[in-house]
């Protein structure tokens, strides 16, 4: 079986009426990211110093979850 995207994933989450699904929204826009990988996101938003904490927090989450 072939493992969804971190892109997909995100889909499923968007609607969630809390800070990850707040989260996923702003990541789905995000015009940097090109791919539909962890690792290119990870890339991309380990270069947005304008980050806050929350967001910051919201992305281990997901991230935690994704890997596991």
């Known amino acids: 079986m072939t493992k969804e995207s971190f ?3 995100l889909k499923k989450r968007k609607y969630y009426d ?3 699904g707040d ?3 702003d990541a789905l826009s995000d015009s940097d990211w090109k791919d539909d990988s962890l690792e290119s996101f990870e890339e991309v938003f380990s270069k ?3 980050a ?3 967001a ?3 992305f ?3 991230k935690r979850t994704y890997t596991n």
């Open 23 to 25: 989260f996923a929204k």
């Open 52 to 54: 806050c904490y929350e």
């Open 7 to 9: 892109r997909d994933f």
């Open 60 to 62: 281990e989450k997901l």
């Open 56 to 58: 910051r927090e919201a």
């Open 18 to 20: 809390s800070p990850l």
């Open 48 to 50: 947005n110093t304008r």
